[in-house]
């Protein structure tokens, strides 16, 4: 049988082999990501003025180009009005507008006949 001494003995060397390097095993290892609260803040921050200052640009370089395209516009369309829209009709309408049509071209077409013979 052991004696108390032995066996503090035995608990110590156990103690020493399983648990020597406790402290140094529980310290952050190198791989290990600390965050920092504030550091994070500042970094998010920093990101969001410059996403703002991108956005403002953005809508600058737009309000230029919309001022320029109606600059343009208005230069090859000098007196350009808006098309009027078509009107409304009926068939009967539109049957009765087709029909005068009809008329008025065959009578340009015996014109234009009438001055090639007479050439």
């Not at 504030?38 to 703002?52: A, F, P, S």
Request: no cysteine; hydrophobic share 30%; net charge negative.
């Amino acid at each position: 049988m052991k004696t108390t001494e032995q066996i503090i003995e035995e608990a110590r060397a156990s103690y020493e082999r399983h648990f020597k390097d406790a402290q140094a095993r529980m310290t952050p290892k190198s791989d290990d990501v600390v965050l920092d609260k504030e550091k994070l803040t500042e970094e998010v921050k920093d990101l969001e003025i410059k996403e703002e200052k991108k956005h403002n640009s953005l809508e600058v370089l737009r309000e230029q180009v919309v001022h320029e395209a109606e600059v343009s516009f208005h230069k090859i369309f000098k007196d350009a009005k808006e098309a009027k829209p078509t009107p409304q009709m009926s068939v009967d309408e539109m049957y009765k507008t087709l029909e005068e049509e009809k008329v008025r071209l065959s009578q340009m077409v015996e014109k234009l006949k009438e001055k090639q013979m007479s050439k």
